[in-house]
């Protein structure tokens, strides 16, 4: 299977805001990891892939087909967990499972059943699968959300923002069906968490602004700032003072004082400390940047 691909993107709404600004990706196949602050444009660039709404410019391609001009064959090759995934609380599991594989064309019965079946077991619903849905806790609605999402074995599959709400455990089990997912398919995983982008995605973009800052893989980027990343304890009133003087791309408390990270190509002078930059500062300096 071929690359999706999206050249020159852009999309301003009728409120001038400039959400998809020339944006370009190439994504293969596996977990692409697009992160990017409140706002950015994650949801306006996965819903134009999904067809769901049209750029004012540009192009997307998946393998043959264009995607733009060819919606409904995108479609069905296209799996789309969205950042609002509402159940029907009194149905159960397999049987809104059942109402939605009708509703993607797989009116063969026994292969219905047999589809469904295989998915309950895939996102390890099969065991409460009778229950209603309005019972379900967040993590489990979600892998519903997969389970719905894979019913046309899609080539392609978009999830914004789906670990939001989700405990550990839960948010670690999604993830593994994810990755599961993402070894025969394109899988799009918009977040603002970085951590998971980093532990997740070989290949990632940061977006802010409707532009895209960086892309690459996770390690190669986080190479970038290596030797140029300085940490330092301070006292919280001196935060402001740092800010003016040096290239401060992050700061948190820690026991009541403030832990900065300055960007720097000589050593910044005394008290400061070279560290490793993490995926966290890559991509803080990017928005910094920006
Ligand atoms: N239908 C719309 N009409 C006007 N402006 C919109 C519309 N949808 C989104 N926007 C604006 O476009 C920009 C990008 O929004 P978008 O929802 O794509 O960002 P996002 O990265 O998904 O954000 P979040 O992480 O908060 O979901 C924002 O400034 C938003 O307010």
């Not at 469904?116 to 806790?137: P, T």
């Not at 980027?221 to 401060?248: A, T």
């Not at 408390?253 to 008290?271: C, E, F, M, R, T």
């Amino acid at each position: 299977m071929q690359d999706l691909i999206i050249s020159n993107l852009s999309k301003t709404y009728k409120n001038g805001v400039k959400a998809l600004q020339d944006i370009t990706l190439q994504i293969p196949i596996g977990m692409y990891g697009l992160l990017g602050p409140n706002g950015a444009g994650k949801s306006t660039l996965m819903r134009t892939i999904a067809t769901l709404q049209t750029p004012d410019f540009g192009s997307i391609q998946l393998g043959g087909l264009d995607v733009l001009a060819q919606p409904n064959e995108l479609r069905k090759v296209l799996g789309y967990l969205p950042q609002q995934f509402g159940v029907y609380p009194a149905l159960s599991a397999e049987l809104l499972l059942d109402h939605l594989a009708v509703l993607k064309g797989i009116i063969n019965s026994k292969e219905r059943k047999e589809i469904i079946q295989a998915l309950l077991h895939k996102v390890n619903l099969y065991e409460v699968r009778k229950q209603k849905l309005g019972g379900f806790s967040g993590g489990m609605k979600q892998r519903f959300g997969i389970a719905q999402a894979l019913l046309n074995n899609p080539k392609l599959l978009i999830v914004d923002e789906p670990t939001a709400g989700l405990d550990p455990v839960e948010r670690n089990r999604f993830y593994n069906l994810l990755s599961e997912v993402g070894e025969q398919t394109i899988v799009i995983l918009s977040t603002h968490i970085v951590d998971d982008v980093k532990e997740l995605c070989p290949r990632m973009a940061i977006i802010n602004k409707g532009k895209v800052l960086v892309q690459g893989n996770p390690l190669q980027i986080m190479e970038n700032l290596q030797g140029r990343l300085y940490e330092k304890m301070i006292h919280k009133n001196e935060l402001e003072h740092y800010k003016n003087e040096y290239q401060v791309i992050s700061d948190r408390l820690y026991l009541g004082n403030q832990i900065v990270h300055v960007l720097s190509d000589k050593h910044p002078g005394s008290g400061f400390k070279l560290i490793e930059a993490n995926l966290e500062d890559v991509y803080m300096s990017q928005i910094f940047n920006a």
